[in-house]
C-alpha cells in the first residue's frame, strides 16, 4: 500500500468536509521518512476523530502542501474517492 501524495480530487476534499487552511501544513520534502514520522505521531483522524494510522500529503496549490491525518477505514474511503 503506497501513501497517497499529491493533488486530491474534489471527490477526496469533499470526503474531507476540510478546509484546506484549517490543515496542518505539511514540509515541502516530506518523503517516506517523514509520513512514517508524522504517522506515528498519533494524530487523530479529520473526519471522524479516532485515531489516525495513516498520513498523506495533498499538494494544495495556492495553500501549499497539508497534512490529512485519517484512520484505516477513512482512508480507504478517500482512497476510493480518487
Ligand atoms: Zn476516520
Redesign the pocket.
Known amino acids: 500500500m503506497n501513501d497517497f501524495a499529491g493533488k486530491p480530487n474534489a471527490g477526496m476534499l469533499h470526503l474531507l468536509a476540510a478546509e484546506p487552511t484549517l490543515l496542518p501544513a505539511a514540509p515541502l520534502d516530506a518523503d517516506g521518512e517523514t509520513i512514517e514520522a508524522r504517522r506515528n505521531e498519533n494524530h487523530t ?6 485515531p ?1 494510522t495513516t498520513a498523506l500529503i495533498a499538494d494544495l496549490d495556492e495553500h501549499g502542501k497539508r497534512w490529512l491525518d ?2 484505516y ?2 482512508f480507504n474511503l478517500a482512497r476510493e474517492a480518487n
Open positions: 483522524c479529520l473526519r471522524c476523530g479516532k489516525a485519517l484512520c477505514d477513512d
